[in-house]
């Protein structure tokens, strides 16, 4: 029986009190069915209804302003929020820390990986990622406040090994979205920036008796989508919203590069002036070599893609994004998780397939916080929650791991004259710490791994080994003792001798 057409405020009265909806979306509004959002926020305005819902999302839903978890973040609408990032939706994220609502975070990868399981009618997720981190039950289970306190994830033994398990959980309604439907249903996702993962949150349920709800920027006739482009097929959906104003991202009603219908030169593309975050932007790049599959963080390491596009060796290597990205320039800012010019565009899952299996050879990721045992935190800190994303899949699993970030923060100002460094103005933070305040990174599971850890800020690089951090390079002309120790809260152990970072970073 084909899907009936109805009105966002139609659909939004489909969704019962204390429903499990899951959402599919990403960072910047991408692929983000925000008519639906808006309409559930509508009704509850009006009438106070649905009430206690829980939500379920891989990504980071919204745009740090008026997108995503946001529109939802009203006191009494939401009971509680599994989320694979937090730090899209600031509104929610206060919710959050006011104990208003519940909250998990767990990593986009196995909340991926968990629609896959549910749709299967698996029990659910077994996996290594995760393990030693803030998501071990034996640190915090994932739970992000105080008034989150059932356990989601256990921790089982499985052929002499540990593993986390992540079981299946009930869903509701799912609120996905694509570009054209057509009578029957079937959904395209052909002027989306993604593709993420639509028909797993759609399978997931329908396996669980619930409804699908998908929202669409235009009707096309019938077999007018080739069968090759039907992204989710009409069989697993239930009802369609049109919204004919639908943004392929918050800054962009429709790019075509964005899609891998048009390619750009990537000189179009803006390099950004020379600062701190640029040196450490040229540093990381100093590992990237030809041939290697690269993932790229967001915040600062999203940088590297710029440099690289500068000096050319993007041409010889492959920049991925977690949201399903293969090749081309990753964009930066709010729109990351898209990419200028893909060569390919696959389903979220099945790139956490590739990520967790071991595919990338180097992940180029932010820091927040880090120790001397080489921990990192990226995803609670102090009044900030952005939570994790993808960065455990990727920093657990990838074959080299270079966090990018400055020393301190909140206030630094630095100068850049004649190739070298000078600190005008220090930090207020310091993000060299004595113990992080979450586990996002375990340097000693790392270590137990063999796998290499670079540490690159805009005057030093440390490198995890044996007896923890290390302190290898400097930058030029700054004093050891007052530009980088005085402002560590630990002492890391010091290469001799210590290299100076090439000048040329600075220029």
Not at 385 to 405: D, E, H, R, T, W
Request: with cysteine; proline share 6%; net charge negative.
């Amino acid at each position: 029986m084909p899907p009936k057409v109805i009105s966002a405020d139609e659909a939004a009265k489909l969704i019962h009190p204390g429903s499990t909806v899951a959402i599919q979306g990403s960072g910047g509004a991408v692929a983000e069915p925000t008519s639906l959002l808006r309409a559930i926020r509508r009704r509850f305005d009006t009438e106070r209804m649905p009430r206690n819902l829980t939500l379920i999302h891989a990504t980071g839903l919204g745009d740090r302003d008026a997108a995503g978890t946001d529109i939802l973040a009203a006191i009494g609408l939401v009971k509680r929020d599994i989320a694979g990032h937090l730090g899209m939706a600031p509104l929610m994220a206060q919710m959050i820390i006011n104990n208003n609502i519940e909250c998990y975070n767990f990593p986009q990868g196995v909340i991926s990986h968990l629609f896959s399981a549910i749709g299967g009618r698996k029990p659910g997720v077994l996996t290594k990622v995760g393990l030693r981190t803030f998501v071990d039950p034996r640190l915090e289970g994932g739970r992000m406040n105080a008034c989150t306190r059932e356990e989601l994830v256990s921790v089982v033994n499985l052929a002499g090994e540990e593993w986390l398990f992540f079981p299946r959980l009930q869903i509701d309604v799912a609120l996905i979205r694509g570009t054209f439907v057509d009578p029957s249903g079937n959904l395209s996702y052909d002027e989306e920036a993604v593709i993420l993962e639509g028909i797993a949150i759609a399978q997931a349920a329908r396996a669980c008796g619930g409804i699908v709800i998908v929202q669409a920027r235009a009707a096309v006739e019938a077999n007018s989508i080739h069968p090759k482009s039907v992204r989710v097929p009409g069989i697993c959906v239930d009802y369609v919203v049109l919204d004919p104003d639908q943004k392929q991202t918050t800054l962009n009603f429709y790019n075509p590069a964005l899609a891998g219908n048009r390619r750009i030169a990537v000189s179009e593309l803006a390099s950004p002036p020379l600062d701190e975050r640029k040196v450490i932007a040229r540093r990381a790049a100093q590992e990237l070599y030809p041939g290697a599959v690269v993932n790229l963080g967001v915040g600062m390491p999203a940088g590297v893609a710029t440099v690289a596009t500068d000096t050319g060796i993007i041409n010889s290597l492959t920049f991925t994004l977690e949201q399903g990205t293969i090749g081309g320039v990753p964009a930066g800012g709010i729109e990351f998780g898209v990419a200028y010019n893909p060569e390919a565009i696959i389903p979220e899952d099945q790139q956490f397939n590739f990520y967790d299996g071991g595919g990338l050879d180097i992940a180029i990721l932010g820091m927040a916080q880090t120790d001397a045992d080489g921990n990192v935190n990226v995803s609670k800190v102090g009044p900030l929650l952005p939570g994790c994303g993808g960065f455990i899949n990727i920093s657990q699993n990838a074959k080299k791991v270079v966090f990018c970030g400055t020393l301190t923060t909140k206030g630094l100002v630095c100068e850049i004259r004649d190739r070298t460094l000078r600190i005008r103005k220090e930090g207020a933070i310091q993000k060299f710490v004595s113990k992080v305040e979450q586990v996002t990174f375990s340097g000693r599971l790392a270590q137990e791994d063999g796998r290499t850890a670079l540490y690159i800020t805009e005057r030093a690089v440390f490198e995890l080994r044996r007896t923890g951090l290390t302190l290898i390079e400097i930058a030029p002309g700054l004093d050891l003792e007052l530009d980088v120790l005085a402002h560590m809260a630990f002492r890391p152990a010091i290469q001799e001798p210590l290299k100076v970072m090439d000048p040329a970073f600075f220029e």
